[in-house]
């Protein structure tokens, strides 16, 4: 299908194209036509007595180009080069690829079969098949999550065992599939000094060092503005909404009072991507499995 809107861009390109490599057959023939060894020479001399013919080029050389003028005229009868003509053959780049890929495809499915009939524990214990899923993670997943599944500010680690959405062997597809938006909403209304409270209590819950003033009101905070609505009233987190656990030493964003004041005050929005569309059950079903493999401690480094 052409994406011209109108016929004049049509005809704009086969007129570009047909004139030039006419008008390349022309300056040839015209180059061809003069009588060789007459002598004349172009005037130019160097060193006293160095001068330039003006002979044209050997016969030879000039076919070469011939050819090069037939083939183009011959290439636009056959392939899509002239506007939204689509050549004799009938070749498109989106056709090239769709027989690619079902050719792979067919080349691959038995190996998915067999996947697909294994529960994804079994596969994720099976090391062929968390092969497989590591050659799909460095491809599709590696951007975000690092080449050690370890992630990085703001992308969650994936081999250790703490979940934001959860660890069950469903869940985790559940996430791959349809992928997941953690919204963390802005509390800027609460105002900087009860912030800097709940900052310092959330940062006594890991253990960290805190001002203990802080710290109780903080807590009393933590339950009254709605944190724990998200959090749980014991802050461990829920995996419905996908609130981090704040009691653990695993850190999203960072666990020093700064990080966490912004993170209080301005809200946090992250989201992973849905994959069930581009990348089909079968290799969602594999990449649940090598998730699962690095949080059992089995696949990862
Ligand atoms: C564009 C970046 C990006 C890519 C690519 C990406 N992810 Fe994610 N992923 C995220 C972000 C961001 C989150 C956290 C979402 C949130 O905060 O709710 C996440 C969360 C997850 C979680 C949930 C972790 C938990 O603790 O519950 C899993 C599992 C996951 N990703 C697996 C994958 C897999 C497998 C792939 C490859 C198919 C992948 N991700 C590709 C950005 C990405
Ligand atoms: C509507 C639910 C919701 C409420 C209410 C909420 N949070 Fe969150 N919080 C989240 C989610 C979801 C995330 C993870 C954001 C993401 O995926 O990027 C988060 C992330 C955080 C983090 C970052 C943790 C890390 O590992 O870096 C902190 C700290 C935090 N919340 C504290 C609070 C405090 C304090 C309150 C109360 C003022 C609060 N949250 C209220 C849902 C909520």
Redesign the pocket.
């Known amino acids: 299908m052409s994406d011209f809107v109108n016929q004049f861009w049509n005809w704009y390109v086969i007129l570009l194209v047909l004139v030039s490599i006419i008008a390349c057959g022309v300056l040839l023939w015209t180059q061809s036509v003069t009588t060789p060894g007459k002598g004349d020479t172009t005037g130019h001399v160097w060193d006293e007595n160095l001068e330039e013919y003006n002979n044209p080029l050997p016969k030879w050389w000039m076919w070469l180009f011939y050819i090069t003028v037939i083939f183009s005229l011959v290439y636009c009868v056959l392939y899509p080069t002239l506007g939204s003509y689509q050549g004799v053959l009938g070749w498109s780049s989106d056709g090239q690829w769709a027989k690619e890929k079902a050719k792979a495809d067919e080349q691959t499915k038995p190996l998915y079969d067999k996947y697909m009939k294994m529960d994804l524990k079994a596969l994720a214990a099976d090391k062929e098949g968390v092969e497989t899923g590591k050659r ?2 460095l491809t ?2 590696m ?3 690092g080449a050690d599944a370890r992630g990085s500010k ?3 680690n ?1 081999a250790d065992n ?6 069950e062997p469903e869940t ?1 597809v559940e ?2 599939s349809n992928g ?3 919204v963390m909403p802005p509390h800027a209304q609460l105002g900087a000094e009860t912030i800097k409270d709940l900052a310092n209590y959330v940062r006594s819950l890991s253990g960290l060092p805190a001002d203990s003033v802080r710290v109780t009101k903080g807590q009393e905070a933590f339950n009254s503005v709605g944190c724990s609505g998200c959090h749980g009233p014991d802050a461990k987190g829920m995996h419905a909404v ?1 609130a981090p656990n704040l009691t653990d030493k695993i850190w ?1 964003y960072g666990s020093s009072e700064g990080t966490i004041i912004e993170t209080i005050t301005k809200g946090r929005t ?4 849905a ?1 069930k569309e581009f ?1 089909g059950e079968e290799k969602v079903h594999v ?1 649940a499995a090598y ?1 699962l493999s690095l949080g059992s401690g089995a696949g990862s480094q």
């Open positions: 799909l993670y599709y997943c951007q975000c999550h703001g992308f969650p994936l703490d979940w934001q959405w959860g660890g985790i996430t791959i997941r938006m953690g996908g999203l992250n989201q992973m991507p994959w990348l990449l998730v």
